[in-house]
C-alpha cells in the first residue's frame, strides 16, 4: 500500500518541428552588367558588407566620370555668374545699369546655383550606380551556392538570386503544438502552475541523437492555423558548429510548465478494463477496500499522473490486488517509492478514465 502525496512535477510536451535560419537574405544586383568576379566560395562564411561579385564597371565609371566633369563646368559658371550679379546690382543703384538688367544677373545666378544642384545629385547617382557594380553581403553568414559564373549578364530587376546567405548561429525551431494542448497549459496557469518564461528546450535530430546545445523556448504564435489547428512555437537554439541547418526534421522536449500538487500513482496499482477505463482500489478509514474510477493524464517513469479520483492521503492499494475485493477488510503495510521530478509526454497525450 502507497499513501499518496501531492508533489512538484515538471511537465514537457514531445513536439516535432523544423530548423529555421534566424536572418535569410536572397543577394541580388542593383544594376545591370556582366559578372567579372565572383569573390567568395561556396558554402563559407561571409561578413555584411564583403563584396561577392564584381560587375564590369566600365559604363558606370565613364557616366560616373561625365556627371564629374558636368558638375565642374557648372561650378566655374556659378562663380561668373555670382560676380556679374553682385556688379550689376551696385551698378543698378547708380543708374548705371537698368533695373531690369540687374534683375536678370541675379536670375542668371540663382539659375547657375540650381544647376549645381542638379549636377551634384546626378554625381551622386552616378555614384551610387559605380557603387553597386561591387555586390556586397547584406548581412553575415554561411552564403550557398552561387546561381551565376563570371560571364553571366545580370540586371537589376531580375527575379532569380545570384546566392543566398543564411546566419545560422543561432538557429531557429518552429515546432508545432495543438491549439487543445496549448489551452490544456493555459488552464495549468490559472490552477496555480507555474510555466517556464524561457522554457528550456532539448533536441533530438533525425539520426536518434541529441543535440549538444539547449534552447529556449522564445514566442507562440499569436492565432491558430485553421487548416491544422496547430499553434507555432519558436524556440532558439545555440549553433556554434552550424551541426543544425535550415529545414531540418528535429523532435523537441519542452519543459513547459510545473504541476506543484501533481498525484502520482505507481502504475501497478492502477488496472484497466477492456474499454480502456482505469480503476484504482483503496483502503479507507474503515480499512476495507474500496473500488475508484480514475483519470489518467500520462505516464511519468513507473507511474501515472493523475487527473482525478485520486486524492492527496488516498491509500493506493500497489501489491496483491489479486487477492483481495471490494468490502474486504485488510490490514495494509506501507512501501516506500520514489517519485520522479520530470515528465515527459507524447504530443498525442490524452487523458484515459
Known amino acids: 500500500m502507497v499513501t499518496l502525496k ?30 567579372q568576379k565572383r569573390l567568395f566560395t561556396e558554402g563559407a562564411e561571409v561578413s555584411a558588407g564583403q563584396v561577392l561579385y564584381q560587375i564590369d564597371p566600365a559604363s558606370y565609371q565613364a557616366a560616373y566620370d561625365t556627371a564629374k566633369a558636368a558638375l565642374q563646368n557648372v561650378q566655374v559658371s556659378v562663380k561668373s555668374a555670382r560676380l556679374k550679379a553682385q ?50 553581403a547584406p548581412i553575415s553568414g554561411r552564403i550557398g551556392i552561387s546561381s551565376v559564373t563570371p560571364g553571366a549578364l545580370v ?17 531557429y525551431v518552429d515546432l508545432t503544438q495543438s491549439s487543445a494542448q496549448l489551452l490544456a497549459l493555459r488552464k495549468q496557469q490559472q490552477a496555480g502552475n507555474e510555466t517556464v518564461v524561457n522554457a528550456p528546450v532539448q533536441l533530438t535530430l533525425e539520426d536518434g541523437s541529441t543535440y549538444a546545445h539547449e534552447g529556449s ?37 519542452v519543459r513547459n510548465s510545473v504541476n506543484n500538487a501533481a498525484i502520482l500513482a505507481p ?72 517519485l520522479p521530478v520530470v515528465a515527459e509526454s507524447a504530443t498525442s497525450s490524452t487523458g484515459e478514465k
Not at 6 to 30: F, H, I, K, N, Y
Not at 225 to 250: C, I, K, W, Y
Open 267 to 338: 502504475q501497478q496499482g492502477i488496472t484497466h478494463d477492456a474499454k480502456g477505463h482505469a480503476t484504482a482500489l483503496v483502503v479507507n478509514q474503515q480499512q476495507q477496500v474500496e473500488r475508484r474510477e480514475v483519470v489518467t493524464e500520462r505516464a511519468i517513469d513507473n507511474y501515472w499522473l493523475i487527473n482525478s479520483g485520486l486524492v492527496a492521503g488516498d491509500r493506493l492499494i500497489v501489491e496483491g490486488t489479486e487477492k483481495v475485493s471490494v468490502g474486504d477488510e485488510v490490514k495494509p503495510v506501507e512501501v516506500s517509492t520514489r
Open 217 to 253: 523556448l522564445q514566442l507562440a504564435e499569436v492565432a491558430v492555423d485553421e487548416a491544422t489547428g496547430a499553434v507555432t512555437l519558436r524556440a532558439e537554439f545555440p549553433n556554434p558548429e552550424h551541426q543544425l541547418l535550415p529545414g531540418m526534421f528535429v523532435r523537441a522536449s
Open 87 to 136: 556688379r550689376y546690382a551696385a551698378l543698378a543703384k547708380e543708374n548705371g545699369v537698368s533695373q531690369q538688367d540687374a534683375d536678370d544677373a541675379q536670375t542668371s545666378y540663382q539659375q547657375a546655383l540650381a544647376n549645381v544642384a542638379e549636377k551634384t545629385a546626378a554625381l551622386e547617382a552616378a555614384r551610387i550606380n559605380l557603387a553597386y557594380t561591387q555586390v556586397r
Open 6 to 35: 501531492t508533489e512538484p512535477v515538471t511537465l514537457s510536451s514531445d513536439l516535432s518541428g523544423r530548423t529555421v535560419a534566424v536572418m535569410t537574405s536572397e543577394v541580388r544586383p542593383q544594376v545591370d552588367g556582366i559578372i
Open 155 to 171: 540586371t537589376a530587376n531580375q527575379t532569380t538570386a545570384l546566392a543566398t546567405i543564411r546566419n545560422l548561429d543561432p538557429i
